[in-house]
């Protein structure tokens, strides 16, 4: 069912399918997405206003966003309108590449690529915001599955390269998990996500030090051989069909 929600930043109403179906039934790919029987959770997990393009989990959005602030004060995004588009900087994260990326989405409508597109910018502002490698890579994951979804293997291969730097960072940043075995599963999908763009040797050394980690921690056993197999015979499917 559609409900509405406020956009945080201009108040305006933002549509919001819900968050999805969360049964857990469906199958777990190699990525570690987990499909379900009813709607996709990931689709309305995330939340794009048509009118300021403010971007979010829904979840942040629907219990108060506190990176709300930093984009309300930039006076960046009160100007998009007469910037210059400057495109991409080297970084990928700097704020003239986010705003222009607003004013592009703006111009075309938030309709255009549905949650693929909402994820898209809930990453470019979480990395605005400085929300962490961790949480930009999560966001660039979820549009790769929401492109993959649409059929357009381009767009998400884009993503997939994007949410692999992030996780290679915040995998150096040991005070980014709470605990190792979430360290050692953002390892492990450096890994898958290096094995599925094609840089092998990349994936091995991703894997390796999530089969480490996995062997120091105890009750990582299962986990551990779900490494040893994505590294030797690796399927897209780890469970279900």
Request: with cysteine; proline share 5%; charged share 25%.
């Amino acid at each position: 069912m559609t409900t509405t929600i406020a956009c945080p930043l201009c108040a305006a109403d933002i549509a919001w399918e819900g968050p999805g179906s969360e049964d857990g039934l469906g199958p777990l790919t190699s990525e570690l997405r987990r499909f379900c029987l009813g709607p996709d959770p990931h689709a309305g997990a995330v939340v794009l206003c048509g009118d300021c393009g403010f971007a979010s989990v829904a979840k942040r959005v629907t219990e108060g966003d506190p990176g709300v602030d930093r984009v309300a004060q930039d006076p960046l995004w009160c100007s998009l309108d007469t910037m210059d588009d400057p495109g991409d900087v080297a970084s990928g994260v700097g704020d003239e590449a986010v705003a222009a990326r607003v004013r592009r989405l703006l111009a075309v409508g938030v309709g255009a690529g549905g949650a693929a597109v909402a994820w898209e910018h809930t990453a470019w502002l979480a990395a605005w915001r400085g929300d962490g490698p961790l949480a930009c890579g999560d966001a660039w994951l979820r549009a790769a599955w929401m492109h993959d979804d649409l059929d357009d293997a381009e767009s998400g291969r884009a993503c997939r390269q994007r949410a692999l730097a992030c996780y290679e960072a915040a995998v150096e940043l040991p005070e980014s998990f709470r605990r190792r075995h979430d360290q050692a599963v953002v390892a492990y999908l450096v890994g898958e996500i290096a094995r599925r763009l094609g840089d092998v040797q990349r994936a091995r050394g991703a894997f390796e030090q999530a089969l480490t980690w996995a062997r120091s921690e105890v009750g990582l056993k299962s986990f551990a051989e779900v490494v040893i197999r994505q590294m030797e015979q690796p399927v897209e499917i780890l469970e279900g069909r």
